[in-house]
Structure formats: C-alpha cells, structure tokens
C-alpha cells in the first residue's frame, strides 16, 4: 500500500522566517511527486517533481525531490501571513492512478 | 484556467437517502477523480475515471459508486448514505498528455452532513 508522510504535522512561525517541510513516501512505480497548497477551499497545485535533485522554483517558493532517500522538502522563504495554509504532498504510483496524499503540514504565519 | 466545479458547496442529507455529488470540468480532460478528506486522514481516493464510461475503485470504495456518461461531468453516488459519509468531498481532474504525469486541479469541494 502506498504511504505518504509528512512532518511537521503542525508549524508556528513569525513573518519573515524561513519553513522547510518535509514529505517521506513509500509507493510502487514511482511516477511524480506533487505539493500543493488548500486554504478555505480546494488545493491549489504548486509543484510537480519528476526527477532527482532538480529544484523547481516560483517566488518565494521552492522545492527539490531526493528519489535516493525517498522524500522531498518545500522551502518557503521570507514567509508572509497569506502563507499560512496546510500544505499538501501527494505522489502518484503505480497502483490506483490517482494521488495517495500525506495528512498535510498546518502551517501558521504570525504577523 | 481549467475550472472543476462541483455543483453544492454544502449539502445536509438524511440516513439511507441516495445522495448524488456532481462535478463538471470545463478543459477537455481524460481523466475525474473522487476523494474524500476528512481531519487527520487526509485526502482519500474513492473512485477514479479515464474516460466515459469507465470508471476503476480507488482506495475506499465501498457504499459509492460513480457514473461518467459524457466526458466533462463524473458523478459520485451514495447509494444508501450513512453517517460515516459525513465528510468533505473533492472533485479532480487531469489531462492524460505525456504519460500520466499531469498535475490535478480540484474543485472547490462539497462538504456532505449525513444526519
């Protein structure tokens, strides 16, 4: 069964700071990686990670898979209030084709 | 911009009532997915589709079933609703292109009360 871990669970930090969060898998046939971002309503998509060690980049934003060590971080820099959210990693594998999603990482901006 | 839109923002049902959740996608894409996210479990995946007329059972199937008569509306359906169905409901959709490896764009969810 193909398993999703994300950590922190929870994270409290002040405007300006730096968050890095974490996201462990385990699945069959590996296919990509996705972060995504859920406020009010739905998740909104911010990264897809294909390949190893290839850091993709927007804004303030980023984020880098390790296919070695089975995981991957988002870096979030300069943090602002409108970036407190849950973020979401999911990845897609080689059994049911849609996503197998992490419990997500609740992250709390304070001014 | 692709827009999944599920047509209740908010839904109260009663006990063995057959409840019906829609979702119309506006981009043309191959492929509808059903999840339902719940606090602490995440997102989970009920019920996917390639193409119309198909469909294939995600993870927690059981006590739904899914309808995809044309290609940009997939239906999830609660055949006889229990108070376990309580949840937010998400709506996806992605294009096939190359591979399989396209982002998901969401709807905006339908939170679903069993009473």
């Known amino acids: 069964e193909d398993k999703v871990v994300q950590s922190p669970l929870s994270l409290v930090v002040h405007e300006g700071d730096t968050v890095t969060l974490n996201c462990s898998y385990e699945?069959?046939?590996?296919?990509?990686l996705l972060w995504y971002k859920q406020e009010k309503k739905a998740p909104t998509f911010l990264f897809m990670l294909?390949?190893?060690?290839i850091e993709k980049k927007s804004g303030r934003l980023s984020s880098i898979l390790d296919k070695k060590e089975l995981s991957s971080i988002l870096n979030i820099t300069a943090t602002q209030t409108g970036d407190s959210a849950i973020y979401l990693c999911?990845?897609?594998?080689?059994?049911?084709?849609?996503?197998?999603f992490g419990k997500g990482t609740h992250l709390i901006i304070q001014p | 911009d692709v827009k999944v839109t599920q047509s209740s923002r908010y839904l109260v049902k009663r006990t063995g009532e057959k409840v019906f959740l829609e979702c119309v996608q506006d981009?043309?894409?191959?492929?509808m997915f059903w999840y339902r996210q719940d606090p602490g479990l995440g997102l989970r995946l009920i019920y996917f589709?390639?193409?119309?007329?198909?469909?294939e059972k995600g993870d927690i199937p059981e006590g739904y079933s899914v309808s995809r008569e044309k290609k940009e509306r997939f239906s999830l359906i609660l055949e006889s609703a229990s108070t376990n169905q309580t949840s937010m409901y998400l709506c996806?959709?992605?294009?096939?292109?190359?591979?399989?490896?396209?982002?998901?764009?969401f709807g905006d969810g339908t939170r679903l009360s069993i009473l």
């Open positions: 996806a959709s992605s294009p096939t292109g190359t591979g399989r490896y396209q982002p998901q764009h």
């Open positions: 699945v069959t046939n590996f296919r990509s």
């Open positions: 294909t390949s190893s060690g």
């Open positions: 999911a990845v897609e594998g080689g059994g049911a084709d849609g996503l197998t």
């Open positions: 981009m043309d894409h191959e492929n």
């Open positions: 589709s390639y193409d119309v007329k198909m469909k």
